[in-house]
């Protein structure tokens, strides 16, 4: 029940990313403003969850949520082939989109040791794409999707698309499991009116996708950091190692155009050849 130690609440709420026109355009050709517009995003967030605290052989806090995130009209980032034969970026709009998730989170101050701090926090995402339809000419796309459902081009009744569904796809740069721990020990440094400190956190980031069209998955990694150090009034002084363990996953990137290969291989004119 609801007390001094324990709050529950539900949450509800709206959201709207504005719209807009693609200005990027390439091929050197002339572009309709009806072509270059994107819908404005739309997003209802629900929410459950509760925050407490505890005594458990010192104190303990400990906070959790349900929530639920409907998309309509989700903006994203995508790259086109268009009539030209030119690449390029745009950003457009997917049906819907779904994301339920749960977060735990819990810090610890233990009765039998002064001074220690324990915190974890851990994620569950379940986010994809719950509507979202292409229809491309391109083999490129066909080829990459595995997809064709052959449906008539609106602007020539004797020509064919193909329409690619991309309904399914999960979100991207959304892991599905996420983990962060961290432990702190803080102590004054004799009568100096000084403190030192040494604490170390490790995290933890399930594979999730470069891409909406699931093209590009980076791997699941750990990153563990310790630091060392000394907390005065007015100064601080710090010994630290960042990636203790020498983890060489790589934990981003984009597929945008790569402008440094452009300039070294093409020329700075060179257009957005380079991805």
């Known amino acids: 029940y609801p007390s001094d130690d324990a709050l529950i609440y539900a949450s509800v709420a709206k959201a709207q990313k504005p719209a807009g026109i693609n200005q990027l355009s390439g091929g050197g050709s002339a ?6 517009l994107f819908l404005p ?34 903006q994203i980032s995508t790259q086109v082939l268009d009539d030209s034969g030119q690449l390029r970026p745009i950003i457009s709009n997917a049906g819907g989109a779904q994301v339920f998730g749960v977060e735990v989170e819990a810090t610890w101050l233990p009765a039998a040791i002064e001074g220690l701090t324990v915190s974890l926090a851990y994620t569950f995402l379940d986010a ?6 292409v229809d491309v000419g391109s083999e490129y796309n066909i080829a990459r999707t595995q997809q064709c459902e052959v449906v008539v081009n ?18 991207e740069r959304s892991p599905d499991n996420a983990f962060v721990g961290q432990l702190n020990y803080t ?21 999730r996708w470069l891409d909406p069209e699931n093209t590009v998955e980076f791997d699941s990694y750990w990153l563990t950091d310790v630091r060392l150090g000394l907390l005065a009034d007015r100064w601080d002084a710090l010994i630290y190692v960042d990636n203790m363990f020498d983890d060489d996953t ?9 402008f440094g290969a452009q300039v070294q291989e093409l020329g700075f004119l060179a257009g957005f050849g380079v991805n």
């Open 31 to 36: 572009e309709t403003i009806e072509a270059a």
């Open 250 to 258: 790589i934990k981003t990137g984009g597929s945008g155009p790569d």
């Open 154 to 171: 609106p602007a020539n009744p004797n020509a064919r698309l193909c329409r690619i569904n991309f309904a399914g796809n999960g979100l």
């Open 187 to 207: 102590r004054a440094l004799g009568n100096t009116g000084m403190e030192w400190f040494v604490e170390g956190n490790t995290q933890f980031q399930d594979t």
């Open 41 to 74: 995003e739309k997003m209802t967030s629900y929410e459950l969850g509760a925050k407490t605290s505890w005594t458990a052989a010192g104190a303990l806090q400990v906070n959790g949520a349900f929530f639920f995130q409907d998309y309509t009209d989700k």
């Open 128 to 133: 994809q794409y719950t509507e979202w339809q």
